[in-house]
């Protein structure tokens, strides 16, 4: 059975194999960043089977206007098994009242649909675009 906790703490090492499974390099060739991102996170909620982290979702931003969803992981062992939807559904819940809850994914069939199931709309659809910088440098 699958249980959802909210975290206020949540060490590197308990989730560091959340982003090693899924390939997500960026943090864990950097896991002093990554460890930095987490303790600084708006809200973390993890998912649990029995004892072991399966997933995990980190938001950041200020709660009220923005809520920016940074990382959405499950292990793929676990995928396809709605540990996906429920995490969001309850970081949803606890931030219904913000004005806007945005996201940045790859752009597959698979991710769109996902992320449209839960209520996500392409920024197009309100005649905008997303932009971003990304420190290269690094």
């Not at 896991?31 to 987490?38: S, T």
């Not at 793929?76 to 809850?101: H, R, T």
Request: hydrophobic share 40%.
């Amino acid at each position: 059975m699958i249980t959802i906790k909210k975290q206020e703490i949540v060490k590197l090492e308990d989730v560091l194999h959340l982003y090693q499974a899924v390939g997500w390099t960026n943090y864990t060739h950097q896991p002093e960043m990554l460890e930095q991102a987490l303790s600084h996170s708006l809200a973390m909620y993890l998912a649990f089977y029995g004892e072991k982290i399966v997933g995990l979702i980190r938001l950041v931003g200020d709660g009220f206007s923005s809520v920016l969803v940074q990382d959405l992981i499950v292990l793929p062992s676990y995928q396809c098994q709605g540990i996906g939807s429920a995490l969001m559904k309850e970081a949803l819940e606890n931030y219904k009242d913000a004005y806007q809850v945005q996201l940045v994914t790859e752009e597959t069939e698979r991710t769109l649909g996902f992320y449209r199931s839960m209520g996500f709309e392409i920024l197009s659809t309100y005649n905008c675009i997303g932009m971003t910088w990304v420190n290269r440098e690094k």
